[in-house]
């Protein structure tokens, strides 16, 4: 099955950069869509950007769009997410997910169909 591992989190100050990793094992990344939630101390998990299967589509929330990237490495078989003018509000646990989903167009955010998960890595926002 499909393993997913995170890296790349930590500290950073307000309006630094941080560039996450999803590395895969097991399958060709490019056959999977790959998403990336996150999820703040009390609050609920937020999809925040993805990528097709095939296609490699990209989807970015509002609340992220212009600063994150995401973006997919078929050599190194992996999905990044580049984070540029980090605020406070980033500060979460974010991982990515990943599933055989096909989609006409662009992929849904917060899509619940993922069955495969990281196991997540932290982002801090602090001065």
């Known amino acids: 099955q499909l393993q997913l591992v995170e890296s790349g989190g930590g500290l950073v100050q307000p309006g630094g950069s941080l560039r996450l990793s999803c590395a895969a094992s097991?399958?060709?990344?490019?056959?999977?869509?790959i998403g990336w939630f996150r999820q703040a101390p009390g609050k609920e998990r937020e999809g925040i950007s993805c990528?097709?299967?095939?296609?490699?589509?990209?989807n970015l929330a509002d609340s992220v769009k212009g600063r994150f990237t995401i973006s997919r490495d078929a050599v190194k078989n992996t999905v990044y997410l580049q984070m540029n003018s980090l605020t406070p509000e980033d500060t979460a646990v974010y991982y990515c997910?990943?599933?055989?989903?096909?989609?006409?167009?662009?992929?849904?955010?917060?899509?619940?169909?993922?069955?495969?998960w990281g196991q997540g890595t932290q982002v801090t926002v602090s001065s």
């Open positions: 997910a990943g599933d055989l989903i096909s989609y006409p167009g662009l992929c849904a955010l917060g899509d619940r169909r993922y069955r495969y």
């Open positions: 097991g399958f060709a990344l490019s056959q999977y869509t």
């Open positions: 990528i097709t299967s095939i296609t490699g589509r990209t």
